[in-house]
């Protein structure tokens, strides 16, 4: 049945065995495989065919989709949107005093390795540093992440970004400076531009130039946390008009990335 399932799925999908296959990083003959009922995919790779379709794994092994209905497949369509809105399981662990205060998680440089896997684990948010920014809302959970590299100017290399959680992905404006935490590429500093509606992904761009955008798709993301402030030893310093600078190239950058990538 898993077999049939897949054919059916990549089908309602509009997908093409070779498109499935490069997104799963497998040989197209063996994806075919897996759809001819010649071979049983892992656990991993039925895993990542579910994130792929952003499914739930129980959803591909317990049903039968050649008996679903328009309504069914239109659920299935939309499920995106569920994961998108934080409607499903999206667990958030964090430090609290004994009166119950919320406290603020600190994510050294040297913990964010750990941080894709560990997230979601009372233990190792357990052992993240924790600091008190009085002036942030009670109302509003925060985390601070260490910065590297400069993509990102002024927030230099170096410094911690105080960020506010966001739960519901779909209302995030374009050009917001987030923290976004991805399954592979860890955490990252960017600003983001919201094409969920237009292909369930988010445009992330740098405000260095140097650095050109690039998409990642929702089934990546596992966090997202809006800028808030930052933390620096340093005093940024920016030339006249080279702000203004920026937003341009940063403007043009994300013109010729839509041009190259219009289908």
């Not at 992440?145 to 290399?157: E, K, L, W, Y």
């Not at 596992?222 to 341009?248: H, K, N, T, V």
């Not at 940063?250 to 041009?259: D, H, N, P, W």
Request: aromatic share 10%; proline share 4%.
């Amino acid at each position: 049945m898993i077999g049939k399932n897949l054919k059916l799925l990549r089908k309602q999908f509009v997908k093409s065995q070779d498109e499935v296959s490069k997104a799963l990083d497998l040989n197209r003959s063996t994806y075919s495989g897996y759809e001819n009922a010649v071979a049983q995919p892992s656990i991993d790779i039925i895993t990542k065919i579910c994130d792929y379709y952003n499914i739930a794994t129980d959803v591909l092994l317990r049903n039968d989709f050649s008996t679903y209905t328009e309504k069914q497949w239109n659920d299935i369509h939309g499920a995106w949107k569920q994961t998108a809105k934080g409607s499903g399981l999206r667990i958030l662990t964090s430090q609290v005093t004994d009166d119950n205060e919320e406290l603020i998680e600190m994510v050294p440089a040297k913990a964010e390795a750990g941080y894709a896997a560990g997230y979601a684990d009372p233990e190792f948010i357990k052992e993240l540093p924790t600091i008190r920014l009085p002036f942030l809302s009670k109302n509003r959970k925060h985390r601070t992440f260490a910065i590297s590299g400069d993509s990102m100017p002024p927030v230099a290399d170096g410094s911690y970004v105080v960020a506010e959680f966001i739960e519901d992905w779909t209302a995030i404006p374009n050009d917001t400076p987030c923290i976004v935490v991805t399954k592979d590429n860890g955490i990252v500093f960017k600003i983001l531009e919201n094409n969920l509606k237009k292909n369930k992904a988010f445009l992330l761009s740098s405000t260095n130039a140097f650095y050109e955008p690039y998409e990642v798709s929702i089934n990546e993301v596992l966090e997202i946390w809006r800028f808030r402030c930052y933390i620096s030893m340093d005093l940024p310093s920016l030339a006249f008009g080279e702000g203004q600078i920026s937003d341009s190239l940063l403007a043009i950058q994300k013109s010729l990335y839509r041009i190259e990538n219009k289908s």
